[in-house]
Nanobody
């Protein structure tokens, strides 16, 4: 059974930091782009950051550039999202996802990702 399990969410004050982790089990995603999305009630899932299978290439939404950093540990089958200088507008459920096919490029659409975690809540208080 393939699983992606996020952890590290919580309540933090504006300006603070959190580090999210996404641990994969059941198969390796060493040849898949991994992404972090976020979602608020009634809205679509938005891609926040993505990282290539080698970890050499990363993508960030404009709203988080310079504040968030995505990384991966292939040996641990784990992806991380370091979030600094958090703002109230960063409040959302954060979901980890893997591109459906190996070697597919990053995609801003959630429909290109076939594997999803259950999400972790991040709440930033102002």
């Amino acid at each position: 059974q393939v699983q992606l399990v996020e952890s590290g969410g919580g309540l933090v004050q504006a300006g603070g930091s959190l580090r999210l982790s996404c641990a994969a089990s059941g198969r390796t995603f060493s040849r898949n782009v991994m992404g972090w999305f976020r979602q608020t009630p009634g809205k679509e899932r938005d891609l926040v950051a993505a990282i290539s299978w080698t970890g050499a290439d990363t993508y960030y939404a404009d709203s988080v550039k310079g504040r968030f950093s995505v990384s991966r540990d292939i040996a641990k089958n784990t992806v991380y999202l370091q979030m600094n200088s958090l703002k109230s507008e960063d409040t959302a459920v954060y979901l980890c996802a893997a591109r459906t096919g190996a070697y597919e490029p990053p995609s801003p659409s959630p429909y290109g990702y076939g594997y999803w975690g259950q999400g972790t809540q991040v709440t930033v208080s102002s």
